[in-house]
């Protein structure tokens, strides 16, 4: 495997922290060395260094804190204190990377927003900004920031917390795993949504099957069902055939009940006949004796028709004389009776002759009287007569007639009803009464059998209609799922292919994670195995679980070193992150703050000749004492370049300069 | 990539090795999102040419 080389070639700082104005530090040699020593005392700017050349690749994002004393740092800490009215302040850094010579510059052109702006150059190229943080990223992911520009107090940690799910996802980021690990969730997603649509919101995949069992289980039912309802309506026009043979066999014997009901009513009109005859003979008999008349009537209506003629003439004469007649009678009767000789008004006075002319006057009136009073009587006599023959004419014969005509209808009918009444005594006379009992009997069995088959009918039709109702919603169904399930074996190919695909991914991981774990293992336990002061008493390292990338030391015996000291946690640290990187695939530069610190002489010896037989270019910030003359010794064959720091001659600022 | 990962990957994926390098390529510098919407997009075309839909 060819790891891609990383290194660092020129930083320049520029009012950063207290690299007060603009300072350069050169780290082309040309010297086989890959330790940079940069010895400065407290206070000589190793943090801000260490955090400068950080800064350069990540700036303020990418999840990168910045922490000094346990205080986390931000851009009006970083700018140098005295140049605070300046408000600006950047770093350049020019490095190598696969081959290719790239200079990024980034600037924070006012420490009060925070913000910085970054360019990248590739050669003669140039890009900016977003899109020069993303190819950073690419170079140099932060991860590789978080691991291998570390201080003491990332060892601390690196050694205590390493089960910190970031922390894992960052191995595996650095392992190139992580990405396969990202590509894998972002699929899984995708499946499980496909898996939800296809399972919930449409029709579920293996539901056309269970419809296509549930139509054939239907179909199986409704067959019995249709089978059984035949069967029954064969039982049933048997039956039916049965009870009319039988019904037809009970007429033919004798219809008892009909003709007892029909004799009974019969009988009962005949006693109502037998009353109104009677009632019609009485009032005959009544009228019996002007029955003639019915023989004579014609005559009569004649007769009556010449008395009103004859009437009409004696009304006639009547009136022709009658009124004057009267008026005049009276005067004359009046003047006589009252003897009046003289008249009141005109004193003419009456004659002995006019006296006896109006007597003669008076006789002859009482004369026309008499034959008046003729007219009068004839006239009376006339009218009774034509009462009376009206009488005979208009009412007694007609009703007579009438009783007559009722009579003969009654009699009729009760001739009729006596010959039924005769027909049905024959016939009562004549049946088969036991008979008829015994089939009527065996109908009201079988007319109960009747209404049990249907009974059973009704029922098995019933289910049949629910039958078919059921098994069209499930064929409905059917044609609906038969619609879908094109678009659902698209979907339901989609899900087997992607997991068809997360089941290789997944073994694909796991192989290699348990391939690159074993192999930082491995790696690790050869670090520590020459780094610890006690070989003789420590096996090596091993991981905590099958997991995460958490180690911790064994002993000899096998035990877990269950309170390792300090040093100890930041040797087995520096091992695990030596180990790390060279399992990457690039060869980066490791930037240490003062990590020997914590350690005694014969760890940092064994370090800094460890340190020494790397490829990685290693930057290693030193304080006063860190290194002794025996760690000193061991790293001098590999320093490349070493650096001190000098405060400025005002004493604000730092200086660092070659030495060697 | 890593070599031996890259090895790996070929040798466990296949035919597929392509579209799994694509759909890494796709997701970077993408929001989750983004890379999803990518991911699934190029997932799709893939399932469906080799169902030959």
């Given at each position: 495997?060819?790891?891609?080389?990383?290194?660092?070639?020129?930083?320049?700082?520029?009012?950063?922290?207290?690299?007060?104005?603009?300072?350069?530090?050169?780290?082309?040699?040309?010297?086989?060395?890959?330790?940079?020593?940069?010895?400065?005392?407290?206070?000589?700017?190793?943090?801000?260094?260490?955090?400068?050349?950080?800064?350069?690749?990540?700036?303020?994002?990418?999840?990168?804190?910045?922490?000094?004393?346990?205080?986390?740092?931000?851009?009006?800490?970083?700018?140098?204190?005295?140049?605070?009215?300046n408000g600006s302040f950047h770093a350049r850094v020019r490095f190598l990377y696969d081959g290719t010579e790239m200079l990024i510059r980034r600037e924070c052109p006012d420490y009060r927003s925070g913000t910085t702006k970054l360019t990248l150059e590739l050669g003669k190229g140039k890009i900016e900004c977003a899109e020069a943080g993303a190819h950073i990223a690419q170079i140099i992911p932060p991860d590789y920031g978080n691991f291998f520009m570390f201080n003491g107090e990332v060892l601390n940690s690196m050694a205590t917390d390493q089960k910190n799910r970031e922390r894992i996802d960052g191995v595996l980021k650095l392992l190139g795993l992580k990405q396969l690990s990202d590509l894998r969730n972002i699929l899984k997603t995708i499946k499980d949504g496909w898996e939800t649509d296809h399972y919930n919101n449409i029709l579920k995949n293996?539901?056309?099957?269970?419809?296509?069992?549930?139509?054939?289980?239907?179909?199986?039912?409704?067959?019995?069902?249709?089978?059984?309802?035949?069967?029954?309506?064969?039982?049933?026009?048997?039956?039916?055939?049965?009870?009319?043979?039988?019904?037809?066999?009970?007429?033919?014997?004798?219809?008892?009940?009909?003709?007892?009901?029909?004799?009974?009513?019969?009988?009962?009109?005949?006693?109502?006949?037998?009353?109104?005859?009677?009632?019609?003979?009485?009032?005959?008999?009544?009228?019996?004796?002007?029955?003639?008349?019915?023989?004579?009537?014609?005559?009569?209506?004649?007769?009556?028709?010449?008395?009103?003629?004859?009437?009409?003439?004696?009304?006639?004469?009547?009136?022709?004389?009658?009124?004057?007649?009267?008026?005049?009678?009276?005067?004359?009767?009046?003047?006589?009776?009252?003897?009046?000789?003289?008249?009141?008004?005109?004193?003419?006075?009456?004659?002995?002759?006019?006296?006896?002319?109006?007597?003669?006057?008076?006789?002859?009136?009482?004369?026309?009287?008499?034959?008046?009073?003729?007219?009068?009587?004839?006239?009376?006599?006339?009218?009774?007569?034509?009462?009376?023959?009206?009488?005979?004419?208009?009412?007694?014969?007609?009703?007579?007639?009438?009783?007559?005509?009722?009579?003969?209808?009654?009699?009729?009918?009760?001739?009729?009803?006596?010959?039924?009444?005769?027909?049905?005594?024959?016939?009562?006379?004549?049946?088969?009464?036991?008979?008829?009992?015994?089939?009527?009997?065996?109908?009201?069995?079988?007319?109960?059998?009747?209404?049990?088959?249907?009974?059973?009918?009704?029922?098995?039709?019933?289910?049949?209609?629910?039958?078919?109702?059921?098994?069209?919603?499930?064929?409905?169904?059917?044609?609906?799922?038969?619609?879908?399930?094109?678009?659902?074996?698209?979907?339901?190919?989609?899900?087997?292919?992607?997991?068809?695909?997360?089941?290789?991914?997944?073994?694909?991981?796991?192989?290699?994670?348990?391939?690159?774990?074993?192999?930082?293992?491995?790696?690790?336990?050869?670090?520590?195995?020459?780094?610890?002061?006690?070989?003789?008493?420590?096996?090596?390292?091993?991981?905590?679980?099958?997991?995460?990338?958490?180690?911790?030391?064994?002993?000899?015996?096998?035990?877990?070193?269950?309170?390792?000291?300090?040093?100890?946690?930041?040797?087995?640290?520096?091992?695990?992150?030596?180990?790390?990187?060279?399992?990457?695939?690039?060869?980066?530069?490791?930037?240490?703050?003062?990590?020997?610190?914590?350690?005694?002489?014969?760890?940092?010896?064994?370090?800094?000749?460890?340190?020494?037989?790397?490829?990685?270019?290693?930057?290693?910030?030193?304080?006063?004492?860190?290194?002794?003359?025996?760690?000193?010794?061991?790293?001098?064959?590999?320093?490349?370049?070493?650096?001190?720091?000098?405060?400025?001659?005002?004493?604000?600022?730092?200086?660092?300069?070659?030495?060697? | 990539?890593?070599?031996?990962?890259?090895?790996?990957?070929?040798a466990q994926m296949g035919e597929d090795y392509e579209l799994i390098i694509k759909m890494l390529k796709a997701m970077d510098g993408k929001s989750a999102r983004d890379k999803k919407e990518a991911v699934r997009d190029m997932l799709e075309m893939a399932a469906d040419e080799k169902q030959g839909i």
């Amino acid at each position: 495997m060819r790891n891609k080389e990383f290194k660092l070639l020129e930083i320049e700082l520029y009012n950063v922290f207290n690299y007060r104005g603009r300072h350069v530090i050169d780290f082309r040699t040309d010297s086989e060395g890959n330790v940079f020593l940069f010895d400065i005392k407290n206070g000589g700017g190793k943090t801000s260094l260490f955090l400068a050349i950080k800064w350069a690749f990540y700036g303020f994002d990418n999840g990168i804190r910045y922490e000094k004393d346990g205080l986390v740092l931000g851009a009006d800490d970083f700018i140098n204190q005295d140049e605070r009215a300046n408000g600006s302040f950047h770093a350049r850094v020019r490095f190598l990377y696969d081959g290719t010579e790239m200079l990024i510059r980034r600037e924070c052109p006012d420490y009060r927003s925070g913000t910085t702006k970054l360019t990248l150059e590739l050669g003669k190229g140039k890009i900016e900004c977003a899109e020069a943080g993303a190819h950073i990223a690419q170079i140099i992911p932060p991860d590789y920031g978080n691991f291998f520009m570390f201080n003491g107090e990332v060892l601390n940690s690196m050694a205590t917390d390493q089960k910190n799910r970031e922390r894992i996802d960052g191995v595996l980021k650095l392992l190139g795993l992580k990405q396969l690990s990202d590509l894998r969730n972002i699929l899984k997603t995708i499946k499980d949504g496909w898996e939800t649509d296809h399972y919930n919101n449409i029709l579920k995949n293996n539901e056309l099957p269970a419809i296509t069992g549930q139509i054939a289980t239907k179909k199986g039912e409704l067959d019995s069902v249709m089978r059984d309802l035949a069967a029954v309506r064969e039982d049933r026009e048997a039956l039916q055939d049965e009870i009319m043979a039988l019904e037809g066999r009970r007429r033919s014997l004798s219809d008892v009940e009909g003709i007892m009901g029909k004799l009974s009513k019969k009988n009962a009109r005949k006693s109502e006949l037998s009353g109104l005859i009677e009632g019609v003979m009485s009032a005959i008999d009544k009228n019996k004796t002007n029955s003639f008349l019915i023989f004579i009537h014609d005559d009569l209506k004649r007769l009556i028709g010449q008395l009103e003629d004859e009437r009409g003439e004696v009304v006639r004469a009547q009136n022709s004389s009658q009124g004057k007649r009267n008026e005049l009678s009276h005067i004359q009767e009046s003047i006589l009776t009252d003897h009046l000789m003289q008249c009141p008004v005109c004193r003419s006075v009456l004659t002995v002759e006019q006296i006896a002319q109006l007597q003669k006057m008076v006789e002859t009136s009482k004369g026309d009287s008499a034959q008046h009073e003729s007219l009068r009587m004839r006239h009376t006599e006339l009218g009774d007569q034509i009462g009376l023959l009206r009488c005979c004419y208009d009412e007694e014969p007609v009703k007579l007639n009438d009783l007559c005509t009722q009579l003969f209808d009654y009699r009729e009918e009760e001739i009729r009803i006596n010959r039924d009444i005769d027909d049905l005594n024959q016939l009562m006379s004549g049946s088969e009464v036991e008979s008829v009992k015994e089939v009527s009997s065996a109908l009201v069995g079988l007319y109960r059998k009747k209404a049990d088959l249907d009974a059973r009918y009704n029922k098995l039709e019933r289910y049949r209609k629910a039958g078919e109702a059921a098994l069209n919603s499930l064929k409905t169904q059917y044609d609906k799922q038969a619609k879908l399930s094109d678009v659902q074996k698209k979907v339901s190919n989609r899900i087997e292919y992607v997991k068809s695909l997360l089941i290789r991914i997944d073994s694909l991981i796991k192989t290699i994670k348990t391939q690159k774990r074993r192999a930082i293992l491995d790696r690790a336990n050869d670090v520590f195995m020459q780094i610890t002061n006690k070989p003789d008493v420590y096996r090596g390292l091993e991981y905590d679980d099958a997991e995460s990338f958490s180690m911790h030391i064994e002993r000899n015996d096998g035990q877990k070193v269950i309170h390792p000291s300090s040093g100890e946690k930041h040797v087995l640290a520096i091992s695990f992150l030596i180990s790390l990187s060279l399992n990457t695939e690039r060869l980066n530069p490791m930037m240490m703050d003062t990590p020997l610190s914590r350690l005694d002489v014969e760890h940092k010896k064994n370090i800094g000749r460890m340190l020494s037989s790397l490829d990685n270019q290693v930057l290693f910030l030193a304080q006063p004492g860190e290194l002794d003359e025996e760690t000193r010794r061991s790293l001098r064959p590999s320093v490349a370049k070493m650096y001190e720091s000098r405060p400025t001659e005002d004493n604000t600022a730092s200086i660092v300069e070659v030495i060697i | 990539m890593d070599e031996v990962i890259d090895v790996e990957l070929r040798a466990q994926m296949g035919e597929d090795y392509e579209l799994i390098i694509k759909m890494l390529k796709a997701m970077d510098g993408k929001s989750a999102r983004d890379k999803k919407e990518a991911v699934r997009d190029m997932l799709e075309m893939a399932a469906d040419e080799k169902q030959g839909i």
